[in-house]
Nanobody
């Protein structure tokens, strides 16, 4: 069955770094657009970063220059390297796999990121 399993979240001090991973299975990872979303308490879920099948990337303005999304098709994994973390980056981070062509949009269960001193 389809699975997206996020890992790498945790507690980090402001200015610190975390690397999130999302391991995918049960569908064709290499033909999927992969995205990271986040949702903070009381706020709507928002798109943080995305990477296409041709490795084009896009980022939410507030994370540009600090976050990097990447993918490893051999490992069916997408990553989000987060540097210079700020308290406002704290949220549950979700991995998403999208294929408009094949008509699916799969979500992981999320991983908590807490940024606090």
């Amino acid at each position: 069955q389809v699975q997206l399993v996020e890992s790498g979240g945790g507690l980090v001090q402001p200015g610190g770094s975390l690397r999130l991973s999302c391991a995918a299975s049960g569908f064709t990872f290499s033909t999927s657009i992969m995205r990271w979303y986040r949702q903070a308490p009381g706020k709507e879920r928002e798109l943080v970063a995305g990477i296409t099948v041709t490795y084009s990337t896009n980022y939410k303005n507030s994370v540009k220059g600090r976050f990097t999304i990447s993918r490893d098709n051999a490992k069916n994994t997408v990553y989000l390297q987060m540097n210079s973390l700020k308290p406002e980056d704290a949220a549950v981070y979700y991995c998403d796999a999208l294929s408009p062509y094949y008509g699916y949009d799969y979500w992981g269960q999320g991983t908590q990121v807490t940024v606090s001193s």
